[in-house]
């Protein structure tokens, strides 16, 4: 493990490996030129379906939205949150297209604080328990119209990542807090009726769903084929500089975001409530949409139909024993975490013990995501590309 | 100058020859075994490559509440309210984006940024602890946000004046002078001898090595009364350690009042976001804020538990140091060679070891932060004019230079200096003054191919 002499080299080296790397691996002649410009086809076209995909059913629940909205009734906030959680079914595995400054995180125009910024300041939106008065909803003194133009300025005031729109600020509206020690939050009809602001509270609702809907529509539009967009520069760089961006995307994904950052932050802070769709209750599906999003990009099968040549493909071209490690490491990742328990939140609770089923599920899939993330990184090494992932 | 021309063009000629062989050939694992090879936009985010994969777990949680916003309390995700009352940001990384720089306000008002706040303090020190004392009604800094029911104290505004120099060689240059003033004033006016100082946020790259140099290596490199007489007299700023009770050597911060990793992030969650932790366990509401004072608190004894204090403290000292770039190009190398000749390396020591370290990645490392931790006076041109524990108000700490070349790469934008006035590496150079003035004027006296080369190294850091 001496990091130094064997750094410089492959340092000083690395142009060099990557020209060498593809024809230096075992006996296989590796992919062609061809296989890794089609490879970064699939994944294009891919991106673009998957967003599609997301677009579709955001928008079948923004109609049930207004649906509720026009009539608040039980069936129809029903509706209305049956809809976000099939919704977010089709927006987790487009989690695997972050991290490389793409047009979900570029740093001028990305827009994923807007889309799906966690954890929620719920207090700035409405009330919470504790602070009958807070949020912009109940106070229209200072507020007196809400608009896209006051969610988006609010959210540009704080210059990064704010809270006021999204998944999860729909997610609170819907559901309201989780007060309770094993189910999800359980918001009454009334708010959007009797109660204070009631009006107000629609209002705030129906403009988040809308501007999500916008954000979506501009990733789709970013990814569309035989445009002037991102999509037409991803195509054109090097296609070493296109295959770093994607297994990027899922490595930092796999390890830093998913298996850290969502499952094992929240594994060992044991606050029950922090978990990124604590509203809903729907973290463990959370986590299953991230985890396929990961196998999605790897095996180049993607909503829609699209499929083709595949990242696992280049690989097994470079490799077959990695290609088939790393398929083998995909397939337990996601069974592991598909294994987990729901509601997720069971499992944060101070005081279960680590040898609860629940718990060591949660543990299984960390380590599962771990392993392949080591094994992710390993086959951009086959393919000639070095990657870090946090 | 000419001689020294004439010495880079034989140098140039004779590179190709040279650097394969004898000569002094550059290290680029600037952060030893911490050192990660990568220029991307995630160069700064990222763990040391050989902690233990328990360590990376405690990496990750130190990470998420770093990186996460705080929140208005009371919230369901109670390990992450308490936000404010007042506040300049709502994580760590709204300025120190990507573990990256903050950028000071856009003249323009085009875009909101983040990154630049200014602390506050009337004349005289704590006589215990030797601190600046804090204004009755606006603190120890300025807080520019607060949560929805309580109001900000008041906003900066920075005016810049054009000031023009020329070259050695006719080359003119425009470096931006600021002004600082304070709008909006929620409790009244500042006290009348109110001393305010603006300070950026910087990479928060490599802090567990730099804390890891031993005290007396330091003091070595200190020169308090010139003795050598090389016009350069680093001193220690000798600051109070809450842990210690007692005096230590000031490592962080731009005039380094802060001893140790963990109290830099104590007083950044307190004086920054408003978060309240062991080391700072009273919200930030000076009497006359009586909204602050009677707004709702993230949790008792503390907003941030000891536990999660020890793993953000984990987390910044455990970032990785991009590796050096292009050390094999004859400008790299030729800069790196002036960098010592024109003086820069008095202060910007090249290279450390690191002692013992209870992290096994940081324990005996050789290092090259390009620092000496050290204060110097930077003259009139520079100085805040505010005292803060040993240091003048006109001396500052030398700032590390390892990660000056992916500033913009992680950022999209690069400010240099304590309040981000240099838009260039060549505008910061051009700032310095006082101890700094003789290697500032051999840079400007330099012939354009030789700044090319010195900023070519500059920008492989």
Same mark, same amino acid.
Request: net charge negative; glycine share 10%; proline share 6%.
């Given at each position: 493990?001496?990091f130094s002499?064997?750094?410089?080299?492959?340092?000083?080296?690395?142009g060099?490996?990557?020209?060498?790397?593809?024809?230096a691996?075992g006996?296989?002649?590796g992919?062609?030129?061809?296989?890794?410009?089609?490879?970064?086809?699939?994944?294009?076209?891919?991106?673009?379906?998957s967003?599609?995909?997301?677009?579709a059913?955001?928008?079948?629940?923004?109609?049930?939205?207004?649906?509720?909205?026009?009539d608040?009734?039980?069936g129809?906030?029903?509706?209305?949150?049956?809809?976000?959680?099939a919704a977010?079914?089709?927006?987790?595995?487009?989690?695997?297209?972050r991290?490389?400054?793409?047009?979900i995180?570029?740093e001028?125009?990305?827009?994923?604080?807007?889309i799906?910024a966690?954890p929620?300041?719920e207090?700035?939106?409405?009330?919470?328990?504790?602070d009958a008065?807070?949020?912009?909803?109940?106070?229209?003194?200072s507020f007196?119209?809400?608009?896209?133009?006051?969610?988006?300025s609010?959210?540009?005031?704080?210059?990064?990542a704010n809270?006021?729109t999204?998944?999860?600020?729909?997610?609170f509206l819907?559901?309201?807090?989780?007060?309770?020690?094993d189910g999800?939050?359980?918001?009454?009809?009334?708010?959007?009726?009797?109660?204070?602001n009631?009006d107000?509270?629609?209002?705030?609702?129906?403009?988040?769903?809308?501007?999500?809907?916008?954000?979506?529509?501009e990733?789709?539009?970013?990814?569309?084929?035989?445009?002037?967009?991102y999509?037409a520069?991803f195509?054109?760089?090097?296609?070493?500089?296109?295959?770093?961006? +994607?297994?990027?995307?899922?490595?930092?994904?796999?390890?830093g975001?998913?298996?850290?950052?969502?499952?094992?932050?929240?594994?060992s802070?044991?606050?029950?409530?922090?978990?990124?769709?604590?509203?809903s209750d729907n973290?463990?599906?959370?986590i299953?949409g991230?985890?396929?999003?990961?196998?999605?990009?790897?095996?180049?099968?993607?909503?829609?139909?699209?499929?083709?040549?595949?990242?696992l493909d280049l690989?097994?071209?470079?490799?077959?024993?990695?290609?088939?490690?790393l398929?083998?490491?995909?397939?337990?990742s996601?069974?592991?975490?598909?294994?987990?328990?729901?509601?997720?939140?069971?499992?944060?609770?101070?005081?279960v013990?680590?040898?609860?089923?629940?718990?060591?599920?949660?543990l299984?899939? +960390?380590?599962?995501?771990?392993d392949?993330?080591?094994?992710?990184?390993s086959a951009?090494?086959?393919?000639g590309?070095t990657?870090?992932v946090? | 100058?000419?001689?020294?021309a004439?010495?880079?063009?034989?140098?140039?000629?004779?590179l190709?020859?040279?650097?394969g062989?004898g000569g002094?050939?550059?290290?680029?694992n600037?952060?030893?075994a911490?050192?990660?090879?990568?220029?991307s936009?995630?160069s700064?985010?990222?763990?040391?490559?050989?902690?233990?994969?328990?360590?990376?777990?405690?990496?990750?949680?130190?990470?998420?509440?770093?990186?996460?916003?705080?929140v208005?309390?009371p919230?369901?995700?109670?390990?992450?309210?308490?936000?404010?009352?007042t506040?300049?940001?709502?994580?760590?990384?709204?300025?120190?984006?990507r &573990?990256?720089?903050?950028s000071?306000?856009d003249?323009?008002?085009?875009?909101a940024?983040?990154?630049?706040l200014l602390?506050?303090s009337?004349?005289?020190?704590?006589p215990?602890?030797?601190?600046?004392?804090?204004?009755?009604?606006?603190?120890?800094?300025?807080? &520019?946000?607060s949560?929805?029911s309580?109001p900000a104290e008041?906003?900066?505004v920075?005016?810049?004046?054009?000031?023009?120099?020329?070259?050695?060689?006719g080359?003119?240059?425009?470096?931006?002078?600021?002004?600082?003033t /304070?709008?909006d004033?929620?409790?009244?006016p500042?006290?009348?001898?109110?001393?305010?100082?603006?300070?950026l946020?910087?990479?928060?790259i490599?802090?567990?090595l730099?804390?890891? /140099?031993?005290?007396d290596?330091?003091?070595?490199?200190?020169?308090p009364?010139d003795?050598d007489g090389?016009g350069?007299?680093?001193r220690?700023?000798?600051?109070?350690?809450q842990?210690?009770?007692?005096?230590?050597i000031g490592?962080?911060?731009w005039?380094?009042?802060v001893?140790?990793?963990?109290?830099q992030?104590?007083?950044?969650?307190?004086?920054?976001?408003?978060?309240t932790?062991?080391?700072?366990?009273?919200e930030?509401?000076?009497?006359?804020?009586?909204?602050?004072?009677?707004?709702p608190?993230?949790?008792?004894?503390?907003?941030?538990t000891?536990d999660?204090?020890?793993?953000?403290?984990?987390?910044n000292?455990?970032?990785?140091?991009?590796a050096?770039?292009d050390t094999?190009?004859?400008?790299?190398?030729?800069?790196?060679?002036?960098?010592t000749?024109?003086?820069?390396?008095s202060?910007?020591?090249?290279?450390?070891?690191?002692?013992?370290?209870?992290?096994?990645?940081?324990?005996?490392?050789?290092?090259?932060?390009?620092?000496?931790l050290?204060?110097?006076?930077?003259?009139?041109g520079?100085?805040?004019?505010?005292?803060?524990?040993?240091a003048?108000?006109?001396e500052?700490?030398?700032?590390?230079?390892?990660?000056l070349?992916?500033?913009? &790469?992680?950022?999209g934008?690069?400010?240099l200096?304590?309040?981000?006035?240099?838009?260039?590496?060549?505008?910061?150079?051009?700032?310095?003054?006082?101890?700094?003035?003789?290697?500032r004027?051999?840079?400007?006296?330099?012939?354009?191919?030789?700044?090319d080369a010195l900023?070519?190294?500059?920008?492989?850091?």
């Amino acid at each position: 493990m001496s990091f130094s002499p064997s750094a410089i080299l492959r340092f000083v080296a690395l142009g060099i490996v990557a020209v060498l790397g593809l024809s230096a691996c075992g006996g296989d002649d590796g992919p062609s030129d061809d296989d890794l410009a089609q490879a970064v086809d699939t994944y294009a076209e891919g991106v673009h379906a998957s967003y599609e995909a997301s677009l579709a059913s955001a928008v079948a629940m923004d109609d049930a939205i207004d649906a509720f909205i026009a009539d608040p009734t039980d069936g129809n906030l029903q509706a209305a949150k049956d809809a976000w959680l099939a919704a977010r079914d089709d927006y987790g595995p487009t989690e695997a297209f972050r991290f490389y400054g793409g047009p979900i995180d570029d740093e001028e125009t990305g827009t994923e604080g807007l889309i799906n910024a966690w954890p929620l300041d719920e207090a700035y939106i409405d009330y919470v328990e504790g602070d009958a008065g807070a949020g912009i909803i109940n106070d229209p003194g200072s507020f007196p119209n809400i608009d896209a133009d006051l969610l988006v300025s609010l959210n540009e005031e704080g210059g990064e990542a704010n809270v006021s729109t999204g998944w999860h600020a729909i997610e609170f509206l819907l559901w309201g807090q989780d007060l309770s020690t094993d189910g999800p939050g359980n918001r009454p009809v009334s708010d959007y009726t009797t109660a204070d602001n009631a009006d107000r509270r629609g209002t705030y609702l129906a403009v988040a769903s809308d501007l999500l809907l916008v954000h979506l529509t501009e990733l789709v539009d970013a990814w569309a084929p035989g445009a002037d967009n991102y999509r037409a520069e991803f195509e054109s760089v090097e296609t070493d500089e296109a295959l770093r961006r +994607i297994i990027t995307g899922i490595g930092e994904l796999s390890r830093g975001e998913l298996a850290g950052e969502r499952m094992n932050v929240a594994y060992s802070e044991r606050s029950q409530e922090d978990e990124h769709s604590c509203f809903s209750d729907n973290t463990t599906a959370d986590i299953v949409g991230n985890a396929k999003g990961i196998d999605m990009v790897l095996r180049g099968a993607y909503p829609g139909g699209v499929s083709g040549t595949s990242i696992l493909d280049l690989v097994d071209k470079a490799d077959g024993d990695l290609a088939e490690q790393l398929t083998g490491e995909i397939t337990v990742s996601l069974d592991a975490v598909e294994a987990i328990p729901a509601p997720f939140d069971q499992h944060l609770i101070d005081g279960v013990s680590d040898d609860d089923p629940g718990r060591m599920a949660v543990l299984t899939g +960390i380590e599962a995501l771990e392993d392949q993330t080591d094994t992710i990184v390993s086959a951009a090494e086959a393919l000639g590309i070095t990657i870090n992932v946090s | 100058m000419t001689s020294r021309a004439a010495a880079v063009l034989v140098t140039l000629a004779l590179l190709g020859v040279a650097c394969g062989g004898g000569g002094s050939a550059l290290d680029a694992n600037l952060g030893g075994a911490t050192t990660r090879l990568d220029a991307s936009q995630n160069s700064f985010g990222l763990p040391a490559p050989q902690l233990t994969n328990e360590e990376r777990r405690i990496f990750e949680r130190g990470d998420s509440f770093f990186t996460q916003n705080w929140v208005t309390a009371p919230a369901s995700t109670d390990a992450r309210d308490g936000l404010g009352p007042t506040f300049n940001a709502q994580s760590c990384s709204s300025c120190h984006i990507r &573990d990256g720089r903050g950028s000071p306000p856009d003249p323009t008002g085009e875009r909101a940024r983040l990154g630049l706040l200014l602390r506050l303090s009337i004349p005289g020190a704590d006589p215990v602890t030797g601190a600046p004392l804090p204004d009755p009604n606006y603190g120890g800094q300025l807080q &520019d946000r607060s949560i929805l029911s309580v109001p900000a104290e008041g906003r900066v505004v920075v005016t810049y004046e054009t000031v023009t120099g020329t070259y050695g060689d006719g080359t003119t240059y425009e470096l931006r002078a600021p002004t600082y003033t /304070i709008a909006d004033l929620a409790f009244g006016p500042l006290a009348d001898d109110i001393l305010v100082s603006p300070r950026l946020a910087s990479q928060v790259i490599g802090m567990g090595l730099l804390e890891a /140099i031993p005290d007396d290596d330091l003091l070595a490199l200190a020169d308090p009364d010139d003795e050598d007489g090389d016009g350069i007299s680093g001193r220690p700023n000798m600051v109070w350690d809450q842990r210690l009770e007692g005096p230590a050597i000031g490592r962080f911060g731009w005039k380094a009042n802060v001893p140790t990793v963990e109290q830099q992030v104590a007083g950044a969650f307190h004086g920054d976001i408003g978060i309240t932790s062991v080391l700072q366990p009273q919200e930030n509401c000076p009497s006359v804020q009586v909204d602050c004072a009677a707004a709702p608190d993230g949790g008792t004894p503390a907003e941030l538990t000891d536990d999660r204090l020890g793993t953000v403290t984990f987390y910044n000292r455990t970032l990785s140091v991009p590796a050096m770039r292009d050390t094999d190009t004859d400008a790299v190398q030729d800069g790196a060679e002036l960098f010592t000749e024109i003086g820069c390396a008095s202060c910007h020591t090249t290279t450390h070891t690191t002692g013992p370290s209870d992290v096994a990645t940081l324990a005996d490392q050789t290092i090259h932060p390009y620092t000496d931790l050290l204060l110097h006076d930077m003259g009139p041109g520079l100085a805040d004019g505010r005292p803060d524990f040993d240091a003048s108000g006109s001396e500052w700490r030398t700032p590390p230079l390892w990660g000056l070349g992916l500033i913009d &790469d992680v950022n999209g934008a690069r400010f240099l200096l304590h309040d981000g006035r240099a838009r260039t590496i060549a505008e910061a150079i051009l700032w310095h003054g006082g101890e700094g003035e003789s290697s500032r004027e051999a840079f400007r006296m330099l012939s354009a191919d030789e700044r090319d080369a010195l900023l070519a190294f500059l920008e492989a850091l």
